[in-house]
């Protein structure tokens, strides 16, 4: 035995009709003529017509809606790489400057040091030319 087949009523392709858009007083014409089972071709034509329509809509909308969120999703992508850019170009200036800070020190620490054996050859070159003096 098959299966039972599920029992469509008129109100039921009623409310498929009118779901679908199709005006109130044709979906009552015509699901009064589909339960009696007497629609005619060109019923079936307007319905196949009016959901041909119906579907071009849903694809053009469903299209739009994926450009769109295309859209939306590279210039979300387009600032995070821009936020990420900045980020590091601050991160090389940071690092720029306290490499600059450290270089700007160890040169003063270098004159200092410069200065100082300066001075420290110029107190012993004294100190030489005072014992030959002495001798």
């Not at 007083?25 to 009064?32: G, N, Q, R, T, V």
């Not at 017509?49 to 849903?58: G, M, T």
């Not at 160890?106 to 200065?115: G, S, Y």
Request: glycine share 2%; no cysteine; net charge negative.
């Amino acid at each position: 035995m098959g299966l039972p087949q599920p029992v469509i009523t008129r109100q039921m392709v009623l409310s498929e009709l009118i779901k679908a858009g199709i005006n109130k007083e044709i979906a009552e014409d015509l699901s009064y003529r589909y339960y009696k089972n007497e629609l005619t071709h060109k019923d079936i034509e307007y319905l196949k017509e009016n959901f041909d329509i119906k579907l071009e809509k849903v694809q053009d909308s469903l299209k739009a809606d994926i450009k769109a969120s295309h859209t939306e999703l590279d210039n979300k992508i387009d600032t995070k790489f821009t936020e990420l850019d900045n980020k590091i170009d601050t991160k090389f200036t940071e690092l720029d400057n306290k490499i600059d800070n450290v270089e700007n020190n160890l040169n003063n620490k270098i004159e200092n040091v410069r200065t100082e054996l300066k001075s420290d050859i110029a107190s012993v070159s004294n100190e030489v030319a005072l014992v030959r003096k002495d001798m």
